[in-house]
Each structure stands twice: as C-alpha cells, then as structure tokens.
C-alpha cells in the first residue's frame, strides 16, 4: 500500500482576546498551550505555521508557532476535548507587527484580521 504523501504546510491565524488571553504575557517560546478551534479544524494538521493576531486593543501579530503533532503524526494533538490544538509558541516579535503595517503591504493587504 502506498504512503499518503503529505500535503505542504499551511499558515493560520489564531485570534487572542486580550480580555481572556494577553498574548503580552502567555506567548512564551518553547511553551505548548492549547488553543480552541472555531473553524478549519479538519484542515489544520501538525506542523502547521500559526500566526498570533491580539484581537484588540493594541491589534497586532504578536509571534508565530507550530501546531505540535499527536503520536509523531500529521494529525494535531488535541486537547481538552475536539475543540482544542496543541500550538508550541516558536518565537515572540520584540515588536508585535501592527494591522496598518500589515495593510500597507500589497501581499497582505486583503488579509482578513
């Protein structure tokens, strides 16, 4: 039977509230925290590049990370019930890049945060 090839990484946005989640604070490299799902959660896989937008507020990305892998597969690890995936926080931005900075840039400009 062949190997299912696996399909090319892909990059996400996953939205802080910073009345619940200060990304200021809890963003900390090398740490793992679960994150809930809203939408898209059968397409997220692990390895998955996740960027994190703080919602409001000084609105902005914050750092970025990567779905972590349940067993050693493409499927990620779930946590706290279907709802939730595993992210390992890779790096915190010394400066959070900001939604105009974002805007102004002509590859970036539709994205919709």
């Given at each position: 039977m062949a190997?299912?090839?696996?399909?090319?990484r892909r990059t996400w946005i996953f939205q802080g509230n910073p009345k619940r989640y200060d990304l200021r604070d809890k963003l900390v490299p090398g740490e793992t925290e679960a994150w809930?799902?809203?939408?898209?959660?059968?397409?997220?896989?692990a390895g998955d590049i996740v960027y994190f937008w703080r919602s409001s507020g000084d609105e902005a990305i914050f750092g970025w990370g990567e779905v972590a892998p349940?067993?050693?597969?493409?499927k990620p690890a779930?946590?706290?019930?279907?709802?939730?995936?595993?992210?390992?926080y890779?790096?915190?931005f010394e400066e959070p890049i900001?939604?105009?900075?974002?805007r102004a840039d002509p590859d970036l400009a539709d994205l919709n945060i």
């Open positions: 190997k299912e090839e696996r399909r090319p809930e799902i809203n939408a898209y959660r059968d397409e997220i896989q349940e067993g050693g597969d493409d779930l946590k706290a019930g279907r709802d939730r995936i595993a992210v390992e890779k790096e915190r900001p939604r105009d900075v974002i």
